[in-house]
């Protein structure tokens, strides 16, 4: 909207820094850091008193987590409105990427939020079925991938560190490009199981996606760097820094002990963000480096139930990966920061790929 002002006075004095994508990129992350730090308190108050007995703690998962019940859930919500305000003030509205993103992170949230509500007012770890679910997200996924398509008009496959793969999927590029974005959003919300745990993650793989779309909105770095151009896609840098300024906010209510839980709601928003931003800087597989720590917990909870169906044992202690190492002794500050460390490193490996072609 700010951009679009400066554009009709005609980027006079101060407001010629409107025209640059780094000044508005950094006000998305204050704005969006502003805004969560100002309505979390009142929030999460409203929050636990309408919920009363909060997020329902399974009575199979690490006995140490019994002492969290009682701490309010859908605090999503508040990174959803910082998120949304910021990137709504910064972004430039005329920007079809930024829309496609916003039209996922919204009605993923919504439908995470259909999930929270029906536990807490059900007071069990249940939630709306995983079908209804599923169904829901290749929906929102598929329409925003095919309004992305139509943008770009690019239907390759970019494969990181080998620059002369890039096969053409057609119209198979769709359900490819709404399988990611539904494949993140429920890494993400497989690994929010810690205070904290994925928060920062997110945040890491924001900042990193910051820069791709940003050298991915740039002619002259997409070609010296041998990556898709697409134009437009640097507006996506703004969107990542109204993400980092959210999750920041949030982080600071979330640190352990939790005040609030993000739940399905934050969760599943954040996850299918990051997958409609790959997508729209075609760095799909890029993402999995990136976010390899989600990886990592999804593909931890396929193994565990696959191999138990068929011999009955399994491979980790428990499922997802970090209540395994919760189970060999390790405290939740413990695991958190520790896998904070893996995330970072794999944000620098995925970011090398931008050179290494």
Not at 129 to 148: P, T
Not at 219 to 241: E, N, Q, R, S, V
Not at 266 to 272: D, M, P, R, T, Y
Not at 319 to 328: C, G, N, R, S, W
Request: hydrophobic share 55%; proline share 4%.
């Amino acid at each position: 909207m700010l951009y679009l002002i400066a554009e009709w006075l005609g980027f006079p004095g101060i407001f010629n820094l409107f025209r640059y994508l780094s000044f508005r990129s950094g006000g998305a992350v204050a704005t969006a850091l502003l805004i969560g730090l100002i309505i979390g308190p009142r929030f999460i108050g409203w929050l636990r008193v309408r919920q009363g007995k909060g997020q329902p703690i399974r009575d199979d998962g690490p006995q140490s987590h019994l002492a969290k019940r009682g701490t309010p859930t859908m605090g999503g919500l508040m990174i959803l409105t910082s998120l949304m305000l910021s990137v709504l003030l910064w972004m430039d509205l005329r920007n079809p990427y930024v829309w496609a993103c916003m039209f996922v992170t919204f009605g993923f949230g919504m439908i995470g939020f259909l999930d929270d509500y029906d536990k807490v007012r059900k007071a069990s770890t249940a939630g709306v079925s995983g079908k209804v679910r599923l169904l829901g997200e290749f929906i929102i996924a598929g329409i925003a991938s095919w309004i992305i398509i139509m943008q770009t008009g690019d239907t390759t496959l970019y494969v990181p560190f080998f620059s002369w793969i890039h096969p053409d999927l057609g119209y198979l590029y769709i359900p490819f490009a709404a399988f990611t974005i539904v494949a993140f959003g429920n890494a993400v919300n497989l690994t929010d199981g810690l205070d904290g745990l994925a928060t920062m993650p997110v945040v890491i793989a924001s900042m990193a996606f910051m820069l791709i779309v940003y050298l991915a909105g740039n002619k002259i770095y997409a070609t010296y760097l041998g990556i898709p151009h697409i134009p437009g896609a640097g507006d996506l840098a703004i969107f990542c820094g109204a993400m980092i300024g959210g999750g920041l906010a949030f982080l600071w209510f979330n640190a352990p002990p939790a005040a609030v839980f993000m739940g399905d709601t934050g969760s599943l928003a954040l996850g299918g963000a990051l997958g409609a931003i790959a997508v729209t800087a075609h760095h799909e597989l890029v993402l999995g480096i990136v976010g390899g720590l989600f990886v990592m917990e999804a593909l931890s909870v396929i193994i565990q139930v696959f191999f138990f169906k068929r011999t009955g044992k399994r491979v980790f202690k428990m499922a997802p990966i970090h209540h395994h190492f919760e189970q060999l002794g390790w405290s939740e500050p413990t695991v958190v920061i520790r896998f904070w460390i893996i995330a970072f490193v794999l944000a620098l490996a995925g970011l090398a790929t931008l050179k290494l072609r």
